[in-house]
């Protein structure tokens, strides 16, 4: 007889993360939700992350591991987690992150009672290499721990309207820290709209056809602790074809900026949308590329305030797209 299959897995893709990784399984082996299991996949880890694994598998069977056997990039490995996985919800976790007891408890509660969602995500705590809160630095309007590691201020409350078009205008400008991209998502929804493709900045193409086909919820509470550290943060900025595949060369990085266009294009254009309503999307891409490139040529004045997702530029952008809606459905 087949096992019967979990509420909720969680896909927890490593490489060589044998600092954190204990606590991380640790804080999901203690949610309150019990129905779950972790599916871990090691992109031959060459630390003691097998051990740990293995450690915390003999003890729980709901920690199932699995190894690649040449390093297969980030982004492969964060996508075999889901292949792997079971469960009627997902949720990606990073092995340096962790969940107080009751986030899957409360993010899946929130998702069964509303159809209408795709994810929910609870508000996100910044922590540092010991697990302490980041500062804030009012002045740069970012996050820094200790050591200078600057990290933008995590993604506001978004994507929650009834109108896809308003979704995409928010998600858009709003998914550069990701956050959401570690939510407890609909698997079925996952498997439907496509993984994330493979090309460093994928997972924000992959969170803009989420915030298409459905609304993003929030659980009020601080739940999620995402890590910021000289492993997560310095490091992937300089070796970005490494989410690609385990041995890509540093120019290929160079094309995830056209690559993330078409991606999102595409996404677009495959949307469960009238017609009008991808023309409108599109057209909203275009004008924040062009502003983008027009924002970056000498002289060129610059708004300072919009290198940061701040919850006041956001309410702008969604009142300015709500104002478009409405003026052209009047």
């Known amino acids: 007889m087949a096992d019967p299959k979990p509420l909720v897995s969680i896909g927890l893709p ?19 939700l019990a129905d779950l299991e972790i599916v871990v996949s090691d992109n031959a880890s060459i630390d003691a992350t097998a051990s740990i694994v293995h450690a915390y598998a003999e ?19 964060f ?51 010991r697990g302490e809160a980041l500062s804030f630095d009012a002045e740069l309007q970012l996050f ?31 998914t550069r820290t990701c956050q959401h ?8 929804v996952m498997r439907k709209l496509g993984l994330m ?15 298409m086909h459905g609304r993003f919820r929030e659980v009020p509470e601080t739940l999620f602790f995402n890590r910021i550290h000289e492993g997560n943060s310095r490091s992937i900025a300089r070796t970005k074809g490494r989410y ?39 057209g909203f891409a275009v004008r924040r590329v062009v502003g983008a490139r027009i924002g970056r040529q000498p002289g060129a004045h610059t708004d300072q305030t919009s290198r940061i997702p701040a919850e006041s530029k956001l309410m702008g952008v969604r009142s300015d797209a709500v104002a478009v809606e409405r003026g052209k459905k009047a």
């Open 197 to 211: 493709a493979m090309y460093y900045g994928s997972d924000r193409a992959f969170l803009i056809r989420m915030a």
């Open 181 to 188: 991209v570690m939510a407890v998502m609909r698997a079925d």
């Open 144 to 174: 820094a721990d200790r050591k200078g590691i600057l990290a933008n201020p995590p993604d506001p409350h978004f994507a929650d309207s009834n109108d896809p078009v308003i979704r995409f205008c928010e998600a858009l400008p709003y």
């Open 14 to 32: 490593v490489y060589n993360g044998e600092r954190y990784l204990g606590d991380a399984l640790a804080s999901l082996l203690s949610q309150t």
């Open 79 to 129: 996508n075999r987690t889901f292949e792997l996985a079971a469960g009627k919800y997902f949720k990606w976790h990073a092995c340096d992150d962790l969940c107080a007891p009751t986030y899957l408890e409360k993010c899946v509660a929130t998702l069964e009672e509303d159809p209408s969602a795709v994810l929910c995500q609870s508000r996100t705590l910044l922590i540092d290499d």
């Open 244 to 282: 690609v595949w385990g041995g890509a060369p540093a120019w290929i990085s160079s094309f995830h900026l056209v690559n993330g266009y078409l991606d999102i294009s595409r996404s677009v254009l495959h949307a469960d949308m009238s017609p009008g309503a991808k023309m409108r999307c599109l």
């Open 59 to 77: 003890r729980d069977a709901r920690v199932k591991y699995h190894r690649n056997p040449s390093n297969v990039g980030a982004i492969c490995n």
